[in-house]
């Protein structure tokens, strides 16, 4: 393949195009593997590339095609996973140096079900170190925007949002906690959709918060998403707290259109002065295209919400502190500074507070939940400025009032849905002045993906913010 | 409830070893400035009525549904 547009294109048409053998699976792997090849040391997107095993899966993929077999839309597609997901025979190094050399023996659940879905995989994209926000020199590199090299790519799916945008990939899966797909999504002009909890099995994923990780596609369109959110759900018997509730047909949700959808603007997360100007606009101007295409627009109040990024860090820092607990006794040195403060300062909390915190989450939850009974779904900004640049995002925190700002405000946008255990996804809604992607956020009830994913749909029918590509070759 | 000022470097060097951690000279600022964040900003649930909720973490209309 001389002409590498296909390579930039939804999930979809790459589908299609292999289908119709106008490109045959293993064209299509050749010519990621020989961008890869070119652009990742621009970006820093992938920490293995397993290209062998690519080459072989494709080979596979036509052989099955020529023989009258395929396993559905995603049948020969070249993606790839976040190195948070245990891949067999390939190592899996969760971001970290102190696993630079784990293999695991074994696939989890979503790798498996990718695999039976017929993907390609063409490797482990990069990530911060533990899924953790903050990590100060990512041992495999800094993941690097592809519209503009100077800033982050988001946190902490990082890789897996830099990959899709400069075209590394037809779509990939990587992994939410609190906000961990849907901030990829937004700094890089791309879809990311968290799972309700329970949705998609976390056997095999390497742990952050017991409670909240949830394995999530990112993809150029909410038609990409439904694809890649319908190969991955479902329950799991090795996964105690996966759901048995039947997986909808995503992609057959998407044609709904939004005309007499009830949504609620959150009036504790409309940004203020403060917030830059464009985000602003930007955010406002998919409103009011949701009204324009028949939606029901009115303002909620979630006092509550204003809460969610103190009990976020309650929660999920101690939460991980306790997984790494053994790590963090036995080798404090192996962790990235950034991470190891976190996760120290996560461990001393004590379990009193915990509990409170927990406490205070189910009122959350109730509060969001009884919203979500007169509204259809929840819309909001998804954060208050554009990607950050690198030295921002990376800098020590000096002074307490900086720990403030960074960690605990700048949560409130993406966390109470996670806290609470909802869905929601990140939706491209335009550009600031310096080129740099915006994204709006849409929530909704439990094991609601499909309105989310409609109300994206319908959103892309009449924009095309999504359709616009990073400069980088 | 949490303490209502910020807990100092010795505190928090104490708390970690009753824990078996060790923190160096090098992050102690920052993850005294953590620990103290943390602990103003739980200030806020002070407020609530945390005696109507139960801790959940799981809520079962959907896990395991």
Same mark, same amino acid.
């Given at each position: 393949m001389s002409d590498e547009t296909l390579l930039l294109a939804p999930l979809t048409e790459q589908s299609e195009a292999i289908r119709t053998r106008k490109v045959s699976s293993l064209e299509l792997t050749q010519a990621y593997l020989s961008r890869i090849e070119r652009l990742n040391p621009k970006v820093l997107a992938y920490i293995t590339v397993s290209a062998d095993l690519a080459l072989q899966q494709a080979r596979t993929a036509d052989a099955e095609l020529a023989a009258g077999q395929s396993s559905g839309p995603l049948h020969g597609v070249p993606v790839g996973v976040k190195d948070q997901l245990f891949t067999r025979g390939v190592r899996t190094t969760g971001g970290s140096a102190l696993l630079r050399d784990y293999v695991p023996d074994y696939d989890a659940t979503v790798i498996s079900k990718l695999q039976q879905a017929g993907v390609v995989l063409l490797g482990k994209q990069n990530m911060e170190e533990f899924a953790l926000?903050? /990590?100060?020199?990512? #041992?495999?590199g800094d993941p690097r925007n592809p519209w503009d090299l100077t800033r982050i790519a988001g946190h902490s799916s990082s890789g897996s949002g830099a990959a899709l945008a400069a075209g590394l990939c037809a779509a990939a899966v990587g992994e939410d906690t609190g906000g961990s797909i849907r901030n990829p999504g937004n700094v890089c002009n791309l879809v990311g959709l968290r799972p309700t909890f329970g949705r998609v099995s976390r056997h095999g994923l390497l742990q952050g918060s017991w409670s909240m990780d949830q394995a999530s596609p990112i993809g150029r369109t909410a038609e990409d998403c439904a694809l890649m959110l319908q190969a991955i759900a479902g329950h799991d #018997? *090795?996964? *105690?707290?996966?759901?048995a509730q039947p997986v909808p047909d995503y992609r057959a949700a998407l044609s709904g259109g939004v005309r007499g959808l009830r949504l609620g603007v959150v009036s504790e997360l409309k940004l203020d002065g403060s917030a830059d100007s464009d985000v602003r606009a930007a955010v406002e101007a998919a409103i009011v295209a949701l009204q324009g295409l028949g939606a029901v627009v009115e303002e909620v109040s979630l006092p509550l919400i204003n809460l969610a990024g103190p009990l976020f860090v309650a929660i999920a820092d101690t939460d991980a502190a306790a997984v790494h607990y053994q790590r963090l006794r036995e080798h404090p040195e192996g962790f990235d500074p950034g991470t190891r403060s976190r996760l120290l300062a996560a461990s001393l909390l004590p379990v009193g507070l915990y509990a409170r915190a927990q406490r205070a989450r189910t009122l959350l939850r109730n509060q969001m939940v009884a919203a979500l009974g007169r509204f259809d779904a929840l819309v909001s900004p998804m954060s208050a400025r554009p990607a950050l640049r690198l030295e921002e995002e990376t800098? #020590?925190? *000096? /002074?307490k009032e900086e720990v403030l700002r960074r960690q605990f405000a700048a949560r409130n946008y993406t966390t109470p849905f996670a806290l609470a255990g909802l869905p929601a996804a990140s939706i491209p809604c335009g550009f600031s002045r310096d080129q740099l992607p915006i994204g709006f956020q849409v929530g909704a009830a439990p094991f609601a993906e499909a309105t989310i994913l409609r109300v994206a749909s319908a959103y892309q029918t009449v924009t095309d913010w999504h359709t616009r590509r990073a400069p980088l070759n | 409830m949490a303490t209502n000022r910020d807990v100092t470097e010795t505190e928090v060097l104490q708390m970690a070893e009753t824990l078996g951690l060790s923190i160096s000279a090098g992050d102690l600022p920052e993850v005294t400035h953590r620990f103290s964040a943390l602990l103003e900003q739980l200030r806020k649930l002070d407020g609530l009525d945390l005696d109507a909720a139960d801790p959940s973490a799981i809520f079962p209309k959907e896990a395991g549904a």
């Open positions: 926000r903050g /990590t100060r020199n990512h #041992p495999y #018997p *090795a996964d *105690a707290l996966s759901s800098a #020590p925190m *000096a /002074t | -």
